[in-house]
DNA sequence: CACAGTATGTCAGACTACTGACATGAGTCA
DNA sequence: TGACTCATGTCAGTAGTCTGACATACTGTG
């Protein structure tokens, strides 16, 4: 069934191999999470509260590229855990600032250190410069992408 | 709660930064194909099959990064709605290659051309060198992930 | 003040993709 | 030939995320 590359153009299409890239990052991530206990967005909202502490809800979902429903059902489940505190009452509008317990920060060290591993994997055969040039390619993207459709005038 | 950003370390890293531009490209795609009436994945395997016809569903799963158990539902699926034909017995082994009908073709030409569209707005802001240097650097990530963890020795 | 508009937290149901499991067919090797 | 290994197709159950909906709280404008 298989032959060879008929090169056809999905083996140049950038949207295709950011996808394969970002694929292969996540199956990547998958396998040092999953013994601990962890999914990717668990760990991803557990290292966005240590950076961002207070971070409500919201925040955190827009920062992990999920719903906040989804954030919601995990702050729920990271809260039952203890891996995470919520005030009862909002202190200003709805938005309940998220803090990191201590068992929190403990169960992020190791994942932490798991991930960046694998990020440093991921970028083994990158110069500095070469690191360089593709955060600037990703920012651009990410920038083109955000914009509106730009209607044609 | 919005408190500018702190640069602590999210900014700079690649795998969070590859992980919003995938994320971004994901809900372009599928603003521009939920009108049509399709999926990502869905999509993704009529673009497959008409660059690569008789691809096996695990090759189509393989292709479109998903398991060939999820593969195999879309296929069926695809194939009530008369867009694939897969041949009832296997010519050799168990795989059945499938092929696009002219149905399955021209649902196919109104989503590619969509997707080019988004794809290219992604790219505005890249030189043809900038392009080539992202397939280069995407490229040496996707290898270095697919790599086994490389133990220490 | 009253009102519309926007952002947030949360509950409920639906969907997509996943893991687990089993049977079938091809290739390898003694 | 028979045993083993591997890849494939498929069914069933589970988990994570999504959309829809509603109530609440801040903001700006008349």
Sequence with gaps: MSQGEPGVELDTSLGYMLKAAASALHSALEAVLKPLGMTITHYSCLELLAQRPG?????????????????????????????VVRP????????????LTDRGREQLKVASAAVRRVEQAMLAD??????????RLLTACIASLSEPPASAT
């Design 88 to 99: 009862a009452q909002a202190p200003v509008g709805r938005a309940l600032p998220t803090e």
């Design 126 to 135: 990158l110069s500095p410069a070469d690191q360089d040039q593709m955060r």
């Design 55 to 83: 971070l409500s809800n919201s925040e955190l979902a827009r920062g992990t590229f999920v719903t906040r429903q989804s954030m919601n059902v995990l702050l729920q489940a990271l809260e039952r855990q203890g891996l």
